[in-house]
């Protein structure tokens, strides 16, 4: 009955969310009716792409209660390790691209070590991982952009019209099957199972006989990765890797995680609210700018939404227990 009482409560957000998203875009369009426009939509779906798969990996952390503030640096220095082993050997690009996902699982493993065997609380870990690896984005290429240029074809991996459809890029297929994997992990994987039940009680888990650190450190690890296929997606489309982007992807990855339906205590994600959330927060920042809104004032409105989907979620929560 539980399990039923779940499921309907994760239909009808689904169902709010979508709503929410008809509503934003109905709302700009009708400040702007070019808001609406092929071209339009396909920007917004690109700009998603990158900010969704952030999102998909950091909702398995938050899923076990953790946090990973590392991903948007973790991204950025997946593409300079690829790009610069790129530029200095003779590999091919495609082991390039596979060595810089390795390094964005490897700082996933080095997260979930420090969580578990170091017995750091996951705000603070993932917080000394974004300062590493910002700082070797930097110290890396010089502070210089690493360029793709010499790699046939690698812009295409992004912006490629996916089966030849005009304004459909690749990046785009790339992010639905990321979310159809991440989907299959949290529903039909037993790391999807074990995350739900250390989320939900840590300690019952343990000693039920599960290993939660072993687990634990899988979800960062997978996280990592979700990083490093978004650090793919962002370098090829720019055809580069540029050291100072990244920081600060991770407040909306997480903000469109929460919008989407995860709770921040554990316990309880929502892949595909996930996607949607994602949607919502890049719609959000396309509409505002069609309309000339300042950055800074963007930021303070995914700020206040980020804020309404916590209160909401801690009501839920309350309700829950109550």
Partial sequence: MKANILQKRSVRQ???LLGALLIIFLFFTLQNASFASYENIMTITLATCINGILSLGVTF???T?????????VMTFSGIISGIIFNKTNLPIGVC???GLLSGAFCGLINGFAVTKMHLPPFIATMCMMMITKGLNLIIPGIKPVYFTEAKNYQKIATGDFLG?????NAIFIYFLCACLAAFIYHRTIIGRYAKSIGSNENATR????RTDRWKIAVYIICGLFSAIAGLVMSSRLNSAQPQLGAGYETEAIAA???GGTSMSGGLASIWGSVIGAFIVSTLTNGLRSMAVATEWQTVLIGIVLALALFIDQLQNKKAQG
């Fill in 207 to 210: 000693l039920s006989g599960v």
């Fill in 61 to 63: 952390v938050i899923l």
């Fill in 257 to 259: 995680t929460v919008i």
């Fill in 97 to 99: 691209i596979i060595i």
């Fill in 14 to 16: 689904k169902i709010i």
């Fill in 165 to 169: 459809i005009p304004g459909f890029y």
């Fill in 65 to 73: 209660g953790g946090i990973d503030l590392s991903i948007g640096t």
